[in-house]
Nanobody, 126 residues
Framework: QVQLVESGGGLVQAGGSLRLSCAGS????????VAWFRQAAGKERDFVAG????????YYADSVKNRFTISRDNAKNTVYLQLNSLRPEDTAVYLC???????????????????WGQGTQVTVSS
């Protein structure tokens, strides 16, 4: 069974940075699209960023372009999300998700993803 475990969340001041990690188990982790979603209290779960199996293609929501960076280190079975210039509106639970059916193109549709982590809380104070 594929398991995804997020870590790295916390409480930061506006303008600060965090580095989130998604550790995956199972060999298919390194052959699949992995994405980050976030869900703020009372809101829908929205796409944040995605990365192809080999890290060569990345995708970002407009709201995080030029601030967040997604990457992966398949030798460590880990996908990262670097969050810079954080804003209070970035406050949310951040979840890692894996699309077992795709290698290169990340979908923004949460229904396309087969596995989800438990999430890690990011709170940005102003």
């Amino acid at each position: 069974q594929v398991q995804l475990v997020e870590s790295g969340g916390g409480l930061v001041q506006a303008g600060g940075s965090l580095r989130l990690s998604c550790a995956g188990s199972g060999r298919t982790f390194n052959l699949s699209v992995v994405a980050w979603f976030r869900q703020a209290a009372g809101k829908e779960r929205d796409f944040v960023a995605g990365v192809s199996w080999n890290g060569e293609k990345t995708y970002y929501a407009d709201s995080v372009k030029n601030r967040f960076t997604i990457s992966r280190d398949n030798a460590k079975n880990t996908v990262y999300l670097q969050l810079n210039s954080l804003r209070p509106e970035d406050t949310a639970v951040y979840l890692c998700a894996l699309d077992h059916h795709r290698y290169e193109i990340a979908s923004m549709d949460r229904e396309q993803y087969d596995y989800w982590g438990q999430g890690t809380q990011v709170t940005v104070s102003s």
